[in-house]
Each structure stands twice: as C-alpha cells, then as structure tokens.
C-alpha cells in the first residue's frame, strides 16, 4: 500500500484563518503558558492544519492563538482537502488524543536524564506537570518486590536519607 500526500504547505495571514469555536480541546492557563514556552524553546515544530475549503483549522487552533498573540501574523500551515466538515472533525479527533501512552519505568528514566541537565523549573514550565507529579512518575517507576527491602532497610538502620531531586539536600528521617 502506498500512502499519498494529501497536503500542500503555504504561508497564510493570521487574518484568513478561521478558527472553529466549537473545537472541544481545552486548555488551562498552566497549559497555555507551558505551550508557549514550548514554542519560544523549541520553535514552530507542528504546523497549523487548515482546511482547504473552508480555512477553519483542524489542528492547532492553541498554536495559532499563541503565536497571533506573540504578534506572528503569518505562518506556514499544511493545508488539507478534506472531503466534508465531519472528516475534519475526525482529523481533529485522531491527531489530538492518538499519542499513546508513556511506558513507566521509560518515563521515569527519561525524566531522570532531563533532570540531570535541566531544572525543574525548566521541565515543569514546559509540560503544564507540576513538579510533584514529575516525582511521581519518578516514584512510581520503582518495582513493588524491591519496596520491602527498602522498608527493611529503613526499619534495620533506624534512619533512611532522602535526597531531593531539586536542591540536592539530603534529609534523615526523624527518629520516633
């Protein structure tokens, strides 16, 4: 099977196009302010979606606002010749929610990396996370059979020292 290429890239005004309000994908500010970080970081990585007939996006639409915001008043978007409203909508469906789902122990290893060269700062302003629930996902990756060792631990030695992954400080656990 062969896939076609069913977009053309062209540059549009900001004033030609039109953005759907019935679009269901919301945004918090904290989404909104890490989306907007993410494009002054990382640039204008995933384009704008316009529909051809119509020049109502498809996908985008935070993207497009942001950047309208930031005064960009043209930009390069994949136009796409859909055959009807509703395929655009499915469109808008499918490439807003079809991301998978991050593995674990994967997530965490990768978290721990960024970390080593990033602040937390850095991480929770781009992600919307807060830096709690970074930590969690660090936490959460440890295996279960390795847990009571750690409890043993703890209950054999009186004390367990615990580092904190932002400042660096080590902190004893108070004796009872």
């Known amino acids: ?69 930031k005064g960009i008043l043209e930009f390069e978007v994949k136009v796409l010749d859909f055959k009807d409203d509703a395929e655009r909508r499915m469109y808008r469906q499918v490439s807003a929610k079809l991301h998978g789902i991050h593995d674990v122990d994967m997530d965490a290893a990768e978290l721990k990396i960024i970390l080593k060269k990033f602040d937390m700062e850095d991480l929770t302003g781009l992600t919307s996370e807060s830096e709690q629930e970074i930590l969690n996902i660090i936490n959460a990756s440890e295996k279960d059979e390795e847990l009571p060792k750690e ?19 080590q902190f004893e656990k108070a004796d009872e």
Do not use: W
């Open 1 to 69: 099977m062969e896939l076609k290429k069913r977009f053309e890239r062209k540059v549009m005004k900001a004033s030609d196009i039109k953005f759907d309000t019935t679009n269901p994908n919301k945004m918090t500010d904290k989404e909104k302010k890490a989306l907007s970080e993410s494009l002054n970081r990382f640039g204008y990585v995933d384009e704008i979606v316009i529909d051809k007939k119509t020049g109502i996006i498809a996908d985008g639409d935070h993207r497009a606002k942001d950047m309208i915001k």
């Open 151 to 169: 409890i043993d631990k703890v209950d054999q030695l009186g004390h367990l020292k615990v580092t904190c992954p932002k400042c660096g400080n």
